[in-house]
């Protein structure tokens, strides 16, 4: 069983910037596809990012790609979501998630992804 800890959320104002982070137990981290998610109020929750097993590999959705950077440290079992030029319409909580370990799969799905954190908020002020 994966356990997924978020940190890093906060009050921001628009075009600041925040690192969230995302602490995993529960072995073979590096063997695992992780991603970020994002749900605001009254709406879906949605893919944000995901980075490959061995961090070669990012994807973005299209409302971030460029202000936003998925990375990981597989020595320390933590994944990071830094965030840039923060807007308003960023506002949602943030959620970690992780794969099964090697698991095929559409990477931008929910359904992909096990293992999920509690979240974090993250507000952006205009």
């Known amino acids: 069983q994966v356990q997924l800890v978020e940190s890093g959320g906060g009050l921001v104002q628009a075009g600041g910037s925040l690192r969230l982070s995302c602490a995993a137990s529960?072995?073979?981290?590096?063997?695992?596809?992780m991603g970020w998610f994002r749900q605001a109020p009254e709406k879906e929750r949605e893919f944000v990012a995901s980075?490959?097993?061995?961090?070669?590999?990012?994807d973005y959705a299209g409302s971030v790609k460029g202000r936003f950077t998925i990375s990981r440290d597989n020595a320390k079992n933590t994944v990071y979501l830094q965030m840039n030029s923060l807007r308003p319409e960023d506002t949602a909580v943030y959620y970690c998630?992780?794969?099964?370990?090697?698991?095929?799969?559409?990477?931008?799905?929910?359904?992909?992804?096990?293992?999920w954190g509690k979240g974090t908020q993250v507000t952006v002020s205009s």
């Open positions: 998630a992780a794969d099964r370990t090697f698991w095929p799969g559409e990477l931008r799905v929910l359904s992909h992804y096990a293992y």
């Open positions: 529960g072995g073979m981290f590096s063997t695992r596809v």
């Open positions: 980075i490959s097993q061995s961090g070669c590999s990012t």
